[in-house]
């Protein structure tokens, strides 16, 4: 299935900030993207982003194991939010290279697990993760009532530059 994501420059630039700060003992920062879902019943789903929330400080855990590791108390946060918003949530986090970002081994263990407490407070919404490198960008999206992410094979960001992001399917 083809998913295509939007995400206004003003936004994504406020992520990327929030992302490169320095964490006392992290070496990766950790957000959440509130998003629409556009034509949900369409061939092609739009995932439209509104919103973003940062992390507190005191939300981490210092584990030397993970680039990043939050607390339930940062997870039921992000869940309060889906039902406020009545949008559906994106763990957001960045790897500091060039190129197509690549979930690691523990983010491809460990993040999906989130999904689920998502679709529970928010049913009929797209959940995900988005990941971010130095100049790329890439998106696993869940869409309601799927239990396997698709990936997001169109992510663009509007405003100026425009930048466009496409996926070849294999």
Known sequence: ?????RLTRQLYEQVRA???RLHPFASERVGFLFAQLGNANSVTPLVLFTGYSLL???RYINDPQAGARIDSQAIRSAMQE???RKEGAFHVHMHDWHGKPRFSRMDRTELPRLIPSFQAVGLSFAHGLLLLSKDDITAAVWL?????PAEADHITIVGHPLQVFERQRT
């Open 56 to 58: 507190a400080d005191d």
């Open 82 to 84: 889906v039902l406020n």
């Open 18 to 20: 929030d992302l490169s």
């Open 144 to 148: 309601p009532g799927n239990t396997q």
């Open 1 to 5: 299935m083809s998913v295509h994501v």
